[in-house]
Every structure is written in structure tokens, then in C-alpha cells.
């Protein structure tokens, strides 16, 4: 079954913003790490951001200070806020936690294209 579902990505112009939603079970939401991953075309699956369960976030050099990531254990979700967005940010995006990577699971993602 589906344990992570993507979504709110699309095709932006450089400098604009999209903000992608991460929705998961509860129990795994509130129990693990989550992270913001993205795999472009021909290059390795990379960590973009990460949050712990006390809200620890961690971001990759080329995203900070553009890339905000946020939970809501409430709304069982994960977010990322990506604002100002680059050519280079083009791939597709994807939400994952610790103990389902362990499993090597991943959900479908969300192509997220930036081009003028």
C-alpha cells in the first residue's frame, strides 16, 4: 500500500516558488526523521532537507535560504517551501522517512521543472 504520496510540483519560471506537500501515516510521521530528496536526470537521488520529530531541519548548501522544510503532525504532512527557484533545482522530488528508506521504500515523487 501507498505509505507516501507527493505532490504540489509543476513547471515554474527561475525565481518563482512552488510548495510541495508530503502526506503520510501518522505513526510514521511522528515517529521518524522526514526528508526532501530530488534525483535529476542522471545524477544520484540527494538529500534536499530533513526535520526531526523536535523539529531539528537540516538543508542541503545549494538550498538554503531558499528551501523551507516544515511538518504538521496534526495534518499527518511534510512540506517544502521552495522559493526562488533555479534551473539547477529541476528534478523530481520526493518525501521519505527513516524507518521506510530502511525498508527501501519510496513513493512516486513530484517533477518539479524550472525553465524560462
Known amino acids: 500500500q501507498v505509505q507516501l504520496v507527493e505532490s504540489g510540483g509543476g513547471l515554474v519560471q527561475p525565481g518563482g516558488s512552488l510548495r510541495l506537500s508530503c502526506a503520510a501515516s501518522g505513526r510514521v510521521l511522528s515517529s521518524n526523521t522526514m526528508g526532501w530528496y530530488r534525483q535529476a536526470p542522471g545524477k544520484q537521488r540527494e538529500l534536499v532537507a530533513e526535520i526531526t520529530t523536535g523539529g531539528r531541519v537540516n538543508y542541503a548548501d545549494p538550498v538554503k535560504g531558499r528551501f523551507t522544510i516544515s511538518r504538521d503532525n496534526a495534518k499527518s504532512a511534510v512540506y517544502l517551501q521552495m522559493n526562488n527557484l533555479k534551473p539547477e533545482d529541476t528534478a523530481v522530488y520526493y518525501c521519505?522517512?527513516?524507518?521506510?528508506?530502511?525498508?527501501?521504500?519510496w513513493g512516486q515523487g513530484t517533477q518539479v521543472t524550472v525553465s524560462s
Open positions: 521519505n522517512a527513516f524507518v521506510l528508506r530502511a525498508r527501501g521504500y
